[in-house]
């Protein structure tokens, strides 16, 4: 039934799924609710609620039906809320009343309402999902700041603010200087001439806000904390990891309004191809074939010549890939990077090298 569908296949098709609400709302396994003035959930037994509404004169569901074959069939969730409406005695007419008052304006905030909780139920797109290295091995998928707070004033048409709600707090303290040993095949603490084990500054900066919505008139807000390490005592360091963390606590804050700004990333078996280039759409299972081309590329492995290996910081990475790309061999160490940094006539020492 893909693709155009004659008139008489239109009509089977339509009669078949009118029948099958019917039948599901005589065994009670359809559970139909009002949530605005165009706008209803259809509980399916124990599946996820699926989102119906009627806009400008066009009914449309968050199902997979509805997402193949609608608007020219509808599917058994809207034929659904169309017979219990009838049943409360708003009857099908009703429709036709809807289209023939006035267009409903954007601005109503009844309507806006409706609209943006049917927005923010739509399966999250892939496409916006990026991959980070995360600490040890492997990789996580994220969304990017910029991203989320586009995707927010398309939702909220700016009607939203972020606020930071206390001071941030950072702790440092000094961790051990590891090196890769060849002998022993693993990295040991570095013991300089003297003997004295060599240390480096580390610090983490946390920092709450929060991010409050207008929806009809009323103020929600959802609180969170954001976090970001940083490597050494310079001012650009502490620099980048305020902005880092603010911007860690926006995006968790807007997670808490679900799969538009993230929140199913944190499902461990959408997370393991998400943001891949051939990654599963919207989170769904593929055939084994397709899920072997997507598994993870192995994460990037860089190493200074002593065998330190260049730490998660992106800006430490940068300058190390740069450096690789001008003389065709790794840095032979921190040290001999930060130099070369410093005759090149760029910006200042990225703040996690020069620590």
């Given amino acids: 039934m893909d693709g155009f569908l004659t008139n008489d296949e239109t009509q089977n098709a339509q009669t078949e799924r009118t029948e099958r609400a019917i039948s599901a709302l005589a065994a009670g396994r359809f559970q139909v609710m009002r949530v605005g003035p165009q706008q209803w959930t259809v509980q399916n037994g124990d599946k996820q609620p699926y989102a119906v509404t009627f806009f400008e004169g066009t009914w449309a569901c968050t199902c997979m039906d509805y997402h193949q074959r609608g608007p020219q069939v509808r599917c058994k969730h809207i034929e659904g809320?169309?017979?219990s409406e009838a049943a409360q005695n708003q009857t099908i007419h009703k429709e036709n009343q809807m289209e023939q008052t006035q267009s409903l304006n954007k601005e109503n905030l009844n309507d806006r309402l409706g609209q943006i909780v049917w927005e923010l139920?739509?399966?999250?797109d892939m496409s916006r999902v990026?991959?980070?290295q995360a600490p040890g091995s492997g990789s996580v998928p994220y969304l990017e700041g910029y991203d989320v707070i586009e995707r927010a004033n398309a939702i909220f048409g700016f009607a939203w603010s972020f606020d930071l709600i206390?001071?941030?707090?950072?702790?440092?303290w000094h961790k051990k200087v590891l090196v890769w040993n060849q002998q022993e095949k693993r990295k040991v603490p570095l013991i300089d001439a003297d003997g004295t084990l060599q240390t480096e500054e580390v610090g983490l900066v946390y920092i709450t806000g929060k991010v409050s919505v207008e929806l009809d008139g009323r103020l929600y807000s959802h609180a969170d904390l954001g976090r970001c390490i940083f490597t050494g005592d310079t001012?650009?360091?502490l620099d980048m990891a305020l902005a880092g963390s603010a911007t860690d606590c926006l995006k968790r804050c807007f997670r808490q309004l679900g799969e538009q700004f993230g929140n199913c990333l944190y499902d461990k078996e959408i997370a393991q191809n998400a943001g891949l280039e051939q990654g599963r759409e919207n989170g769904a299972s593929t055939s084994s074939s397709t899920q072997s081309a997507q598994r993870p590329a192995a994460p990037v492995v860089r190493k200074y010549g002593d065998g330190?290996?260049?730490n998660g910081?992106?800006?430490e990475q940068e300058a190390y890939d740069q450096y690789k790309k001008a003389k065709g061999t790794p840095p032979a160490s921190k040290e001999t990077l930060r130099t070369w940094l410093s005759?090149?006539?760029a910006p200042a020492v990225p703040a996690s090298v020069a620590a």
């Fill in 121 to 124: 139920r739509q399966p999250l």
């Fill in 313 to 315: 910081n992106a800006s």
């Fill in 235 to 237: 001012p650009e360091a």
């Fill in 166 to 172: 206390g001071e941030p707090m950072v702790v440092r």
């Fill in 130 to 132: 990026k991959r980070r």
């Fill in 308 to 310: 330190t290996s260049v």
């Fill in 343 to 345: 005759s090149q006539h």
């Fill in 81 to 83: 809320v169309r017979l």
